[in-house]
């Protein structure tokens, strides 16, 4: 929950789980770590967080931290020592305390090797994060007996699919199997541990403290600290040297206030670097026949270079490159306000909107920074319109001349000038198949080599010529790589942006297999369709509508594997349609990934709740699962939304057939 706090910036006091628990016992829970709530709460704050983020490895990490910290508590109480083995006949004690809905056999295959057994009551549904938490805490022993060489996995589980990678748990688990199992084996088993290497309490309260280890001659060291004269050497040291101890102490406070505003500005950073991190695409979708690829080098934790897409409707694309002043936290705040902008500022013609951003930065950010930008405005009939704020002018490769050169343009930075809307001008290039254009920030041109040799424009427009023959990607990457070789053994003085886009050369041949994959599809000959969306995909593999018509046609032809991995990458670049997750939840059903069906089936819902094939889907999967409660749910909410729907009385008699729970 603070994680989730964290992420989402919410203020400490506010609850975001208001449906499902209330105000008194959220602030209870992040107050008291020890405050005990329902299985069935810590189920819905899990599964409501799980959602949205990836707490797999805090899941994971908290089994760890609760081995540890509760080890003591098995240890004898006479002080006398015991190895890994011991500790791990005693693992079930702790389990015991922990829960009461899960028991914990152990069972030694040989001296460094266990299985371990987890059972649970008959009338409680393990869960995914369960099988996380369990193999976290196993992972606690090995940090407790500082083992180097070790392996833990699972072997085998009731659950049917578990909400992370599979290969993060185990490589071979079998699933819907009779027990829960874990394997830990282990090569050195080099300590012992008692109550006095555990704590600090026993070091002050006694006057010798003993360490053993066990060297390979399986020998034991043992070394004896008189704690009597340390404590009384010391104390002459101090007399004797009390001036010199005042400085240190001098000393040592002033080092923990640097190193708490080293740790202010540290969490700054981090918290500006993954905001920025959400600003910026990692990838530009293909647009109608254009295609993308970008390359984006920050020189420190967060970078005053930015660059972003908005669509225009379905007829013009709006793509910008900015280089902001300065670097840091500032930098970063610039960059998240030419972002909102930008979107709130959209423009038939780029000029203008420069005039309002100019405007507007003259408000908010005071002239105490800038920011110089080109703005590309690309019609459906690849008419381009384009206009430059202090920033370096674009290259433009012509497919039919093989040559690259220089744009027009010209204009003040924005964000400094009042009167700076005068120097916009807007300028018009047409782009034709095969043409390329290059928007890129200065750090790339004005880079040095180690004799201090600019890379400059000249050297960039020749590459740009002599990748004639690759595509975009390629085109830019070889860019990258010359750059890279031109400036090693140099630190970099400057962000580096490069945003390529290249108008296909292959746009008529797309055009004429992507509409006869849409004529299969409408006919539902779905593996027809697979084939020609297929060999369109290979053209434009970016081209978000042939994405989802491909994954929707490979799921219904029954290729579920491949529908996942289509209908996943689609769903990254978040376009929010409702039926690119509901068919995404019928592939995870199919393939008995029950969890993530729920998960994708529900966000189907939050996209759409008019639709309620999704709630139907539900209902089928909790059906599945003897989930009776939750099926119940779903169809009262199916009532609220139309009570005549045709499937809720057939659903509500499946309903009654099952055992309760």
Not at 144 to 161: A, D, N, S
Not at 234 to 254: P, Q
């Amino acid at each position: 929950m603070q994680v989730y706090q964290r992420e989402y910036h919410l203020p400490r006091h506010t609850n975001p789980f208001p449906e499902i628990l209330d105000d008194t016992i959220y602030n209870r829970i992040l107050k008291d770590p020890n405050y005990w709530i329902s299985q069935e709460l810590e189920d819905k704050i899990i599964q409501t967080v799980s959602q949205s983020l990836d707490i797999s490895g805090i899941l994971y990490h908290l089994g760890t931290e609760s081995l540890i910290t509760n080890a003591y508590e098995l240890l004898p109480l006479d002080d006398s020592r015991i190895d890994l083995g011991e500790m791990i006949e005693r693992l079930p004690i702790l389990i015991g305390r922990l829960t009461r809905v899960v028991y914990l056999n152990v069972k030694p295959t040989s001296n460094q090797k266990v299985i371990f057994v987890f059972k649970y009551l008959p009338e409680y549904q393990e869960k995914w994060y369960d099988a996380v938490f369990f193999q976290g805490m196993l992972n606690g022993l090995a940090v407790l007996f500082e083992l180097k060489t070790f392996t833990i996995r699972m072997t085998k589980t009731r659950l049917f699919g578990i909400h992370v990678s599979h290969k993060e748990l185990g490589e071979d688990i079998l699933f819907g199997a009779e027990s829960n199992e874990y394997e830990m084996e282990w090569e050195e088993d080099s300590l012992f541990l008692s109550r006095s290497r555990l704590t600090k309490d026993d070091v002050n309260h006694r006057h010798r403290v003993m360490v053993t280890s066990r060297m390979d001659s399986q020998l034991e060291e043992i070394s004896i600290v008189d704690v009597k004269d340390v404590v009384g050497k010391s104390r002459e040291l101090a007399i004797e040297n009390r001036d010199l101890e005042a400085a240190v102490e001098v000393l040592k406070s002033f080092k923990q206030e640097l190193e708490k505003k080293q740790l202010s500005m540290a969490k700054d950073l981090k918290l500006a670097k993954n905001i920025q991190k959400g600003l910026i695409p990692e990838i530009i979708p293909d647009w109608n026949g254009i295609q993308f690829w970008t390359a984006f080098t920050p020189m420190q934790e967060v970078s005053g270079d930015y660059y972003d897409y908005f669509p225009y409707n379905m007829d013009k694309l709006g793509v910008a490159v900015c280089d902001v002043s300065g670097h840091g936290v500032p930098a970063a705040f610039i960059t998240a306000l030419s972002k909102l902008l930008f979107s709130n500022f959209k423009k038939p013609k780029p000029s203008e909107t420069f005039k309002l951003i100019n405007r507007e930065l003259l408000d908010l950010v005071k002239q105490q920074g800038y920011t110089t930008c080109v703005y590309v405005l690309i019609h459906d009939d690849y008419k381009v319109l384009y206009s430059v704020a202090g920033h370096p002018r674009p290259i433009l490769y012509r497919a039919k001349t093989k040559r690259a050169e220089i744009c027009e343009g010209d204009g003040t930075f924005l964000g400094m000038f009042p009167d700076a809307g005068d120097t916009f001008r807007d300028l018009q290039i047409q782009l034709e198949p095969g043409d390329k254009l290059f928007l890129y920030t200065d750090g790339l041109t004005e880079a040095e080599n180690d004799k201090g040799k600019a890379f400059g424009e000249e050297k960039l427009i020749h590459i740009i010529e002599s990748c004639a023959e690759k595509s975009i990607q390629e085109t830019v990457e070889t860019i990258l790589t010359n750059h890279k070789e031109f400036t090693m053994g140099t630190d970099p003085m400057d962000d580096i942006t490069l945003l390529g886009l290249q108008l296909s050369p292959m746009l008529p041949e797309f055009n004429l297999i992507k509409a006869k994959g849409d004529e299969a599809y409408h006919k539902k000959q779905f593996s027809e369709a697979v084939d020609f969306y297929e060999q369109a995909h290979q053209i434009l593999p970016r081209e978000l509508d042939t994405q989802l018509s491909y994954g929707k046609a490979l799921a219904y032809s029954g290729n579920f594997e491949k529908a996942i991995s289509l209908l996943e990458s689609y769903n990254k670049f978040k376009t929010n349609h409702f039926k690119s997750h509901s068919v995404l939840g019928y592939c995870y059903y199919q393939v008995e990934m029950y969890e993530k069906a729920e998960i994708e089936w529900k966000k189907a819902h939050s996209i759409n709740d008019s639709n309620l094939s999704n709630l139907y889907n539900l209902a089928q999967l909790y059906r599945k699962l003897n989930q009776k409660k939750k099926m119940k749910d779903v169809i009262e909410k199916m009532k609220r939304i139309e009570e005549t729907y045709l499937h809720i009385l057939p659903l509500e008699k499946k309903w009654e057939s099952l055992p309760d729970e």
